[in-house]
């Protein structure tokens, strides 16, 4: 079973730019792998998922062309680089693996511990 550490959120002025880390250990990530947020009383959402074989990307809407996910193989860790943040980006961010190439919560199975991200106005 593999286990996720996710690192790097903290508290940032709009605008701003935070890297998030999601390091894997026990077993190698398996073929996709996703970032995910959850805002306080709201549902968690997709953010952006990486074919960690092919490197395929996708995202959504709300932060395209704002954030960029990346992984490094070799050290078997995943990116989520966050640029021009604004407050509704406040979250707790989460890391996640699938067999599948998706946006739906439902079909990733393994999460990691949430790392939060507070962006002020």
């Known amino acids: 079973q593999v286990q996720l550490v996710e690192s790097g959120g903290g508290l940032v002025q709009a605008g701003g730019s935070l890297r998030l880390s999601c390091a894997a250990s026990g077993r190698p990530f398996r073929r996709f792998v996703g970032w995910f947020r959850q805002a306080p009383g709201k549902e968690r959402e997709f953010v952006a998922a990486i074919s960690w074989i092919y490197d395929n990307t996708r995202y959504a809407d709300s932060v395209k062309g704002r954030f960029a996910i990346s992984r490094e193989r070799a050290k078997n860790t995943l990116y989520l680089q966050m640029n021009t943040l604004q407050p509704e980006d406040t979250a707790v961010y989460y890391c996640?693996?699938?067999?599948?190439?998706?946006?739906?919560?439902?079909?990733?199975?393994?999460w990691g511990q949430g790392t939060q991200v507070t962006v002020s106005s």
């Open positions: 996640a693996v699938s067999d599948t190439f998706s946006t739906v919560v439902a079909t990733y199975d393994t």
